[in-house]
């Protein structure tokens, strides 16, 4: 098993950043962010392998960076630029394999907020 647990959401205007964090309760090879605004399906908005291999959705591309500290076992994504239609509650999810994308992710954080404001 492996627990998840986010924090750093919060309320900011548009233009904004905010940093998200995910602490991990092991070490695990794929972790990614996830989203799901009200009414809407859950999107995947950034990966990180172990290896550092990172993938983002294009809405985000140039706005959000997906980082971890493997010796922490800590997941990161630093928004910047935000905008009102990135409100959501954000997910970190993990999975214990070497295939990160198009893939069931089995763990998942209980979500933080972030809510943009225009």
């Known amino acids: 098993q492996v627990q998840l647990v986010e924090s750093g959401g919060g309320s900011v205007q548009a233009g904004g950043s905010l940093r998200l964090s995910c602490a991990a309760s092991?070490?695990?090879?794929?972790m990614a962010w996830f989203r799901q605004a009200p009414g809407k399906e859950r999107e995947r908005v950034a990966v990180v392998t172990g290896s550092g291999t990172t993938t983002y959705r294009d809405s985000v591309k140039g706005r959000f960076t997906v980082s971890r500290d493997n010796a922490k076992n800590t997941l990161y994504l630093q928004m910047n630029s935000l905008k009102p239609e990135d409100t959501a509650m954000y997910y970190c999810a993990a999975r214990r394999d070497t295939a990160c994308l198009n893939v069931d992710y089995n763990y998942w954080g209980q979500g933080t907020q972030v809510t943009v404001s225009s």
């Open positions: 092991r070490s695990i090879y794929c």
